[in-house]
């Protein structure tokens, strides 16, 4: 028997149940009762305490929470137990304590070993834990990807191993097929931009502006407009400084001055305040020469020349040009043009760059088709095993003449990769399509199991892969839910002895409504509803000798006290008893 065991759940305010604790056996736990009395929310409890989605609809009518809490004992190093632990939870007396809480609002709590954690970890655990099954995982089992995911299991390392490598260069693919698709779609747009970059920098290359150039031609514009004027304001300002030759009795600034300083100069040394000024006198006429001087200067160099008033107008037209397309000013001109530079060089390397990217994405699309080819291969060898496995199974549970094959095929597509010298559609998860065929007896040709099986054969095919399962990757507990649906007669019994021998080795619960399978149970719980409709704690209780004979004879025949059903309940108890 394995070491995680779910010993007990208490369940108080969720659907049709007040407060009830449900008390399961290590080995095969039954759980029965009448159609509608709560035997489905022993499921859906189970569902939260692992982590499943909180519906607030869930909750009692009239409790403002449901709460659900389980005790698991596991053993000392179990996985569950290290995560549990990193998480800051604490064993109870070697078991673990979970407990789920919802809101009639649809707020969720999840705690585990007395701490608050993430209902996240609680899905976690469940991996490692438990393995639910019911009439919706029945369904899930017909779809394609379920089927693939199956074999996958089954094969473990075999396929886990190139189906990881596959999976990174999968997504190294599609990386790299996105943004070579993101460079190649937008060339037109890329190559225009080029084009207008490449024209503007040319135009400024043509040009050759300097910076600050604007500025400076517009003061010397200014001046060439005004030079008549400049010039006469000049020659005027001289004369008044220095004298007019043209004028020899005029009276000047330079002539006063002078005269000033020499009435002071006389008498200079008979007050020193006075000799001061007549220092200072003496500097103003040195100023006033040396300005007349700069105008003098000023106005001989002044160039009134119209051509190159004409070639400074001209210049700054050609500037004005640029300004009005790349900046305000000659600066911001030159900034642009850098700026563009860099980005035509970015530009032009794209064909560079769509080069190398094509030959990764040839490379990745090479190896990946090898990928493939090792996923096909290794799948093709763990189907057929699987297969066989499966098969042998179904032996047991009254389908001694059906077989199970799995169908590997691959799509042709011109823009897939090459696996087996042809190249076909790929996914995530290979180039595989996966399908379990069914022929339930000789003569009948195999066919998907959506379209060649009864809902009781489904549900057999459905037991035989989980326990095909059980002995290369078991899980500590299993719950099937009504898994008997649309079973009865001798495969009912099957289904019971083989339960029941998979309890051997792990924890079976099973919700069940056929007597066939719960006589096979190691215990019975019976599930009722007291007279106002509710589930109360002492309506589920655990069925032994007469009260266990009263409920599979309400189960074979509708009535309890039938004396041909309570023979036909001990025969079954007898027979179940006398197998194990």
Same mark, same amino acid.
């Given at each position: 028997?394995?070491?995680?065991?779910?010993?007990?759940?208490?369940?108080?305010?969720?659907?049709?149940?007040?407060?009830?604790?449900?008390?399961?056996?290590?080995?095969?736990?039954?759980?029965?009762?009448?159609?509608?009395?709560?035997?489905?929310?022993?499921?859906?409890?189970?569902?939260?305490?692992?982590?499943?989605?909180?519906?607030?609809?869930?909750?009692?009518?009239?409790?403002?929470?449901?709460?659900?809490?389980?005790?698991?004992? @596991?053993?000392?190093?179990?996985?569950?137990?290290?995560?549990?632990?990193?998480?800051?939870?604490?064993?109870?007396?070697?078991?673990?304590?979970?407990?789920?809480?919802?809101?009639?609002?649809?707020?969720?709590?999840?705690?585990?070993?007395?701490?608050?954690?993430?209902?996240?970890?609680?899905?976690?655990?469940?991996?490692?834990?438990?393995?639910?099954?019911?009439?919706?995982?029945?369904?899930?089992?017909?779809?394609?990807?379920?089927?693939?995911?199956?074999?996958?299991?089954?094969?473990?390392?075999? /396929?886990?191993?190139?189906?990881?490598?596959?999976?990174?260069?999968?997504?190294?693919?599609?990386?790299?097929?996105?943004?070579?698709?993101?460079?190649?779609?937008?060339?037109?747009?890329?190559?225009?931009?080029?084009?207008?970059?490449?024209?503007?920098?040319?135009?400024?290359?043509?040009?050759?502006?300097?910076?600050?150039?604007?500025?400076?031609?517009?003061?010397?514009?200014?001046?060439?407009?005004?030079?008549?004027?400049?010039?006469?304001?000049?020659?005027?300002?001289?004369?008044?400084?220095?004298?007019?030759?043209?004028?020899?009795?005029?009276?000047?600034?330079?002539?006063?001055?002078?005269?000033?300083?020499?009435?002071?100069?006389?008498?200079?040394?008979?007050?020193?305040?006075?000799?001061?000024?007549?220092?200072?006198?003496?500097?103003?006429?040195?100023?006033?020469?040396?300005?007349?001087?700069?105008?003098?200067?000023?106005?001989?160099?002044?160039?009134?020349?119209?051509?190159?008033?004409?070639?400074?107008?001209?210049?700054?037209?050609?500037?004005?040009?640029?300004?009005?397309?790349?900046?305000?000013?000659?600066?911001?001109?030159?900034?642009?043009?850098?700026?563009?530079?860099?980005?035509?060089?970015?530009?032009?390397?794209?064909?560079?760059?769509?080069?190398?990217?094509?030959?990764?994405?040839?490379?990745?699309?090479?190896?990946?088709?090898?990928?493939?080819?090792?996923?096909?291969?290794?799948?093709?060898?763990?189907?057929?095993?699987?297969?066989?496995?499966?098969?042998?199974?179904?032996?047991?549970?009254?389908?001694?003449?059906?077989?199970?094959?799995?169908?590997?095929?691959?799509?042709?597509?011109?823009?897939?990769?090459?696996?087996?010298?042809?190249?076909?559609?790929?996914?995530?998860?290979?180039?595989?399509?996966?399908?379990?065929?069914?022929?339930?007896?000789?003569?009948?040709?195999?066919?998907?199991?959506?379209?060649?099986?009864?809902?009781?054969?489904?549900?057999?095919?459905?037991?035989?892969?989980? /326990?095909?399962?059980?002995?290369?990757?078991? @899980?500590?507990?299993?719950?099937?839910?009504? /898994?008997?649906?649309?079973?009865?007669?001798?495969?009912? @019994?099957?289904?019971?002895?083989?339960?029941?021998?998979?309890?051997?080795?792990?924890?079976?619960?099973? @919700?069940?409504?056929?007597?066939?399978?719960?006589?096979?149970?190691?215990?019975?719980?019976?599930?009722?509803?007291?007279?106002?409709?509710?589930?109360?704690?002492?309506?589920?209780?655990?069925?032994?000798?007469?009260?266990?004979?009263?409920?599979?004879?309400?189960?074979?025949?509708?009535?309890?006290?039938?004396?041909?059903?309570?023979?036909?309940?001990?025969?079954?108890?007898?027979?179940?008893?006398?197998?194990?």
């Amino acid at each position: 028997m394995v070491g995680v065991v779910l010993e007990e759940m208490r369940i108080r305010s969720l659907g049709v149940i007040d407060d009830a604790v449900v008390e399961l056996s290590p080995g095969f736990t039954a759980v029965t009762g009448e159609t509608g009395a709560g035997k489905t929310m022993v499921v859906t409890s189970l569902g939260l305490l692992l982590g499943g989605r909180a519906d607030p609809a869930l909750v009692r009518i009239g409790a403002e929470k449901a709460v659900v809490e389980g005790r698991v004992a @596991v053993p000392a190093g179990a996985a569950a137990v290290v995560r549990a632990e990193e998480a800051g939870a604490e064993l109870d007396d070697g078991a673990l304590l979970i407990s789920r809480t919802v809101s009639a609002e649809g707020r969720s709590r999840a705690h585990l070993g007395g701490r608050s954690v993430p209902v996240g970890l609680l899905g976690e655990l469940a991996d490692d834990l438990v393995a639910v099954h019911g009439q919706t995982d029945q369904q899930g089992l017909l779809k394609l990807n379920r089927q693939r995911q199956a074999l996958d299991r089954y094969a473990g390392d075999a /396929v886990a191993g190139p189906l990881a490598k596959y999976a990174e260069a999968y997504r190294r693919l599609r990386a790299v097929s996105a943004e070579l698709e993101e460079i190649t779609t937008r060339a037109r747009e890329r190559v225009q931009e080029a084009d207008m970059l490449r024209y503007g920098l040319d135009e400024i290359a043509a040009v050759e502006p300097r910076a600050g150039e604007d500025g400076e031609l517009a003061e010397e514009a200014e001046r060439l407009g005004h030079a008549e004027a400049l010039s006469s304001a000049a020659t005027a300002a001289h004369a008044a400084l220095a004298g007019n030759p043209e004028d020899p009795e005029g009276i000047d600034a330079a002539t006063l001055v002078a005269g000033a300083q020499r009435a002071l100069e006389a008498v200079r040394a008979h007050d020193p305040a006075l000799a001061a000024l007549a220092d200072r006198i003496g500097e103003i006429g040195i100023l006033l020469g040396d300005v007349a001087g700069e105008l003098a200067g000023y106005a001989d160099d002044l160039d009134a020349d119209p051509l190159r008033l004409s070639a400074v107008e001209e210049r700054r037209s050609a500037l004005t040009a640029l300004t009005r397309k790349y900046g305000e000013d000659v600066n911001a001109v030159l900034a642009w043009a850098e700026q563009s530079a860099a980005r035509l060089t970015e530009l032009d390397g794209d064909d560079e760059r769509i080069g190398e990217l094509t030959a990764e994405r040839d490379a990745l699309r090479t190896e990946l088709g090898g990928l493939a080819q090792a996923l096909t291969d290794a799948r093709t060898e763990a189907a057929e095993r699987f297969a066989a496995a499966v098969t042998a199974e179904l032996a047991s549970l009254a389908m001694p003449h059906a077989r199970v094959s799995f169908a590997l095929r691959q799509t042709e597509d011109p823009e897939g990769v090459e696996v087996g010298g042809r190249a076909v559609a790929y996914g995530p998860s290979g180039a595989d399509e996966v399908e379990l065929l069914l022929a339930p007896h000789p003569g009948a040709p195999p066919r998907p199991i959506a379209k060649g099986a009864s809902g009781g054969e489904l549900s057999r095919v459905m037991l035989a892969v989980e /326990v095909v399962f059980a002995g290369t990757d078991p @899980v500590p507990t299993y719950l099937f839910d009504e /898994v008997d649906a649309g079973v009865g007669g001798k495969a009912a @019994v099957e289904i019971g002895r083989r339960l029941a021998r998979l309890a051997k080795t792990a924890q079976v619960v099973v @919700v069940t409504h056929l007597p066939q399978v719960a006589a096979f149970a190691d215990r019975q719980l019976l599930v009722e509803k007291t007279d106002d409709g509710s589930v109360t704690r002492s309506g589920v209780k655990v069925l032994e000798g007469e009260d266990r004979i009263r409920e599979l004879s309400r189960m074979l025949a509708g009535q309890e006290d039938s004396e041909t059903a309570r023979a036909h309940a001990e025969e079954l108890l007898a027979t179940a008893r006398a197998d194990l």
